[in-house]
């Protein structure tokens, strides 16, 4: 039966009226109350219920509700009296009802406005006839988990003897009458105080005292009211279609037609990201002003990658643009926990492959996995060769993979279109296909035993113009080839490898030595025997440990940038662009290093690098001798503590050699190497933590700064050093990662974002930010060599200032007359402190005449005599 509603003041009796063929109810329903579409409510006359035998409150009553009536009955009191039938109305529901008897329920309450309802579908009154039965659920039998044991445990039993008290009555009380009185219940306790014996004494040991801490209470009230809770319940089946309806449905050619044309269209937005779009904050810029409506102009999305594979429940820690192959990028994956917990990357497995994944903007598809023992931090390509990647794992250990094999898989382009066409970023229906991309395995790690103890967050390759020896030293590269890899760790050391082979003592290898073209040519060009002495057993070539300059310890750097070297080789470029084959030979890497080595003094060992703590430390890694004759690494030049959070990019400008952007925190800085006195500028505090940053490629003065919450910030220096020129919303609110320019032609500039949901999104860079203004770097320049002198004049009047507190110091009276008196030497102004005068006033260019200096000490020296 349907819900029952609120009772109403209207009783049953009143159903019955004074006098035959007045209508019982249909005066009091004042308004039209919805009824189920299986019921429909009728009002009968008294001269109708006794006519069909359900009088209400009679033949049918509270506890019998309903009565069944005949079909034919029904249809032939209609044909007698026609519209005064009070079943008039339902007159083609009773044609139509299947059966012979329908169900007539009486409703006293009037829940639907009238006496009674009549029920219209069998399903309805078999519902009604015959309700489901309550079935109570039997109890399930007892299933010991263990906790019986605890309570057990937790349960008092007695362990010693129970204690006996004697009761004594005094003699001259026994057969005395005893008074019975009336008391209350407190008076019934009958206390049994202990006394001191003379004999013995019990001392109290221990007291068993359960304690248990309770909330205060608190009574409050409120003007609000008070809704009791219900009990309810809803209870549905779903609607399933025939076999002919879905076909009807499937074949309809307005369905059709609406498909294909919407389909392409939405899967154009779920390749770019266009979902996750807040509508709310798109409907904002409509409203915003000239200059705001701007900022769409300078970035424009081109493309978003994303697998839901690889990604999800991933974040991108290292982003690079393949050197040679146009519109290839690479991008690394890890575990979004392991950036929230350190230790956890260490001790806890992962549960799923690790990756580095090739994205190809030619295709918007995955060309190449390379995978990984575990989550990379951070990779590089070879500078000499870009077909050999060296990454560093998140537990410490160095990989290197080759991908020789695929690069002419990377090259392809299934559909035959060029990268640059304004049309690329629309979206083709014809271009989805499964994604079945090789998988690339590692060549060669490092032994866990030698590796860092914790993840490599930054590694760089040394360029092919030189090596170092194993104490820092940088020497001739006679291969023309990198074979130096460096790492840094938050476990507080940077390490430097070398992917030569060890060295060889017998006499055929050193008693003739070889020239480079007959090694390379007797060398084997095997990836397996190329890494095949490096795999399991690769070591560090040496370490660093930065200390710290002012305290006990050592720092833990995060980012470290080397010096911009020069190419100074004449040789023909290695690095050729998409269509070539690389006329490097990587057998080269097999060989050991020449015996005799020239050393290069030219080469700058000096490096910057950012700590967890926000600090910029400069310093070199070469090693030096301390006074037992040990190789230690010196203190650290300088150490600026600037962003007061972990630095997360460090990089030097593309036009400068001497300029390094530095990001961190919530706030970035731009140095100049060589000034050891701060940064040349410093931004503001932002509300939002500034993640990530990057020069531009075709324009010195501007660089772009990543924020957490997803916006893009673009810097130029000659406009405002103080605030943003431009602030780009991402589509999503997500912590930028890592942001690489690339250039593909003078007038296709990309700028590549990722997030630490695993998004890769590409901007076209607008013509306002690729093009030069006239004679910018020159601008520039002068204004680094400004800022560079103010800060020097500022050094200068700082050490003026403390040389000026030292003279007053020195030429203070009391303190004078103290000193010499103390020391009981009057000569020693006409000595030592005439010197140390005419030093300090030549110092700051108030040095008096020789003449002054005679007649001033004449006469200050009786007084103090006097004195």
């Given at each position: 039966m349907p819900p029952k509603r609120r009772k109403r003041s209207t009783s049953s009796a009143r159903s019955k009226g004074k006098g035959k063929g007045r209508r019982s109810g249909s005066q009091q329903s004042e308004v039209n109350i919805d009824h189920p579409d299986d019921i429909f409510p009728v009002a009968l006359t008294s001269a109708t219920q006794e006519l069909f035998g359900c009088c209400a409150d009679e033949d049918i009553t509270q506890k019998s509700t309903y009565k069944l009536l005949k079909k034919d009955i029904i249809m032939e009191d209609i044909k007698k009296r026609a519209e005064t039938s009070d079943f008039s109305s339902v007159k083609q529901i009773v044609l139509d009802y299947p059966e012979e008897e329908l169900l007539l329920v009486f409703d006293p309450d009037l829940t639907y406005g009238q006496s009674f309802y009549l029920v219209l579908t069998p399903e309805a009154k078999n519902r009604i006839l015959a309700p489901p039965e309550t079935v109570t659920p039997e109890p399930k039998g007892w299933i010991s988990l263990g906790s019986e044991k605890e309570i057990d445990e937790e349960s008092v039993k007695e362990t010693r003897e129970k204690l006996k008290i004697l009761v004594q009555k005094v003699h001259r009380r026994f057969g005395?009458?005893?008074?019975?009185?009336?008391?209350?219940?407190?008076?019934?306790?009958?206390?049994?105080?202990?006394?001191?014996?003379?004999r013995f004494s019990i001392k109290l040991m221990q007291r068993d005292v359960g304690i248990q801490p309770v909330t205060v209470l608190q009574n409050d009230s409120t003007q609000t009211h008070r809704s009791p809770q219900r009990n309810n319940f809803s209870q549905y089946s779903p609607r399933q279609l025939s076999n002919e309806e879905l076909k009807s449905i499937l074949q309809d050619e307005s369905l059709k037609s609406f498909c294909n044309k919407v389909t392409p269209r939405i899967l154009k937005a779920l390749q770019e990201g266009e979902i996750a779009k807040d509508p709310w904050k798109s409907l904002e810029t409509e409203f915003e002003d000239d200059g705001a409506r701007q900022i769409s102009?300078?970035?424009?999305l081109y493309f978003s990658f994303r697998d839901p594979k690889c990604t999800t429940d991933k974040k991108i820690s290292c982003m690079n643009w393949h050197p040679t192959i146009d519109g290839v990028m690479a991008v690394a994956l890890i575990d979004n926990m392991q950036t929230k917990n350190k230790e956890a990357t260490i001790t806890v497995p992962l549960s799923r492959p690790a990756f580095i994944i090739f994205y190809s903007l030619s295709d918007k598809t995955i060309k190449l996995l390379l995978e990984s023992p575990d989550d990379v931090w951070a990779f590089e390509f070879c500078p000499s060769n870009p077909n050999i990647i060296a990454g560093g794992c998140v537990n410490g250990q160095v990989l290197l993979w080759d991908i020789s094999a695929y690069t002419k898989h990377l090259q392809e382009d299934p559909s035959g279109s060029n990268t640059t066409s304004n049309k690329s970023h629309i979206f083709n229906l014809n271009t989805i296909k499964e994604n079945k991309a090789p998988v690339l395995h590692v060549c060669a790690m490092s032994a866990i035993e030698s590796s860092h103890k914790a993840p490599i967050t930054d590694l760089h390759w040394l360029p092919q113009t030189f090596e170092v020896t194993d104490t820092g030293l940088p020497v001739e590269n006679e291969l023309?080839?990198?074979?130096?890899?460096?790492?840094c760790s938050p476990d507080c050391t940077i390490m430097f490898w070398s992917m030569r082979a060890p060295q060889r003592t017998d006499p055929i290898a050193y008693g003739n030595q070889p020239n480079v073209n007959e090694r390379t040519a007797t060398a084997t060009s095997s990836m397996a025997e190329m890494f095949k002495h490096l795999d399991g057993t690769w070591k560090p070539l040496f370490r660093i440990s930065p200390p710290k300059i002012d305290s006990p310890g050592k720092y833990v750097p995060l980012k470290f940038n080397l010096d911009n070297y020069p190419n100074n080789d004449n040789t023909e470029e290695t690095s050729v662009k998409e269509g070539a084959e690389s006329t490097t030979d990587n057998s080269q890497l097999y060989l050991p290093a020449s015996k005799t080595l020239k050393i290069l003094k030219e080469i700058n060992t000096k490096f910057y690098f950012g700590t967890e703590s926000g600090e910029l430390v400069y310093t070199d890694w070469k090693l030096e001798k301390d006074e037992f004759g040990r190789l230690c690494m010196p203190k650290p030049l300088q150490c600026f503590p600037t962003h007061h959070w972990l630095v997360n990019s460090i990089q030097r400008s593309p036009f400068f050699k001497d300029i390094i952007l530095t990001v961190g925190g919530w706030n970035f800085a731009i140095w100049k190497e060589g000034v050891m006195s701060g940064p040349l500028v410093k931004s503001p505090y932002s509300d939002q933590e500034c993640s990530a940053g990057c020069w531009s490629q075709t324009r010195s003065a501007v660089f772009f700064i990543g924020k957490e919450d997803g916006n893009i910030e673009v810097w130029n220096l000659l406009?405002?050093?103080?605030?943003?020129?431009?602030?780009?919303?991402?589509?999503?609110?997500?912590k930028i990662t890592c942001m690489k320019p690339w250039t593909l032609s003078p007038k296709e500039h990309f700028l590549a974002v990722t997030t630490d949901h695993g998004v890769l999104h590409v901007f076209r860079i607008s013509k306002a930010l690729y093009t030069r203004s006239k004679h910018e770097s020159l601008n520039l320049k002068n204004f680094f060599e400004w800022e560079t002198e103010a800060m020097k004049r500022e050094e200068n009047w700082s050490k003026q200032q403390k040389q000026r507190e030292e003279v007053e110091k020195i030429m203070d009276p009391d303190r004078l007359c103290k000193t010499l008196m103390d020391s009981g030497d009057l000569d020693l102004q006409n000595s030592e402190y005439l010197k140390l005068e005419k030093h300090i006033l030549g110092s700051i260019g108030l040095e008096p005449a020789a003449a002054s200096h005679t007649n001033t000490h004449t006469h200050t020296t009786p007084n103090i005599t006097q004195i």
């Open positions: 005395q009458p005893f008074s019975f009185s009336d008391s209350t219940t407190t008076d019934n306790i009958l206390e049994i105080p202990s006394e001191n014996h003379s102009g300078y970035l424009e023309k080839t990198s074979v130096h890899i460096v790492t406009e405002d050093s103080h605030k943003p020129s431009q602030i780009f919303p991402l589509l999503t609110n997500t």
